[in-house]
């Protein structure tokens, strides 16, 4: 029974874990779009879990843990939404973000835990999502670190 837990334990972390081509470089803008970069670094926090990166009401796919996205986007506003679905539907994270075109952004989603019951044989854990715009030199790091989600 107990190989049966580690088994199955690992295999969700798996599940939830990028396994797409590694980040090469930053792509070049093109002059009539932006070009944005969403990533989540790999974190043992939070890594069972996927949430759907949603741009415009247009679903781009779960930015698995180690992730990234690079989408391009028409200049102005667009709504970024990370939907956790039926597991959390009222922390949904929501924001509006505004582009221009021939830039390139980098945005971080992230879960910080904070903090932690235990009693023993039981553990309770609590945490928060957020996500920030970063600057390039922070960003490129980092990325070179990921694969796509």
Known sequence: MRKFLIFTLAALLVACTATGPAFQQVADSK???????????????????????????????????????????????????????????????????????????????????????AVPGFALVSGKEDFYRKTKEYSIPILRGLKKS
Request: aromatic letters at 18%.
């Open 31 to 117: 002059n009539d779009k932006a070009i944005a970069y969403f990533y989540r670094q790999a974190a043992f926090y939070g890594s069972g879990f996927c949430p759907d990166l949603v741009v415009d009401s247009k679903k781009i796919g779960c930015l698995k843990n180690g992730g990234f996205f690079e989408i391009e986007l028409e200049p102005g506003e667009h709504t970024v939404l990370f939907d956790k679905g039926t597991w959390e539907p009222d922390k949904d994270l929501r924001a509006n973000i505004s582009v221009v075109a021939g830039e390139i952004y980098f945005y971080e989603y992230g879960s910080v835990m904070t903090g932690m019951f």
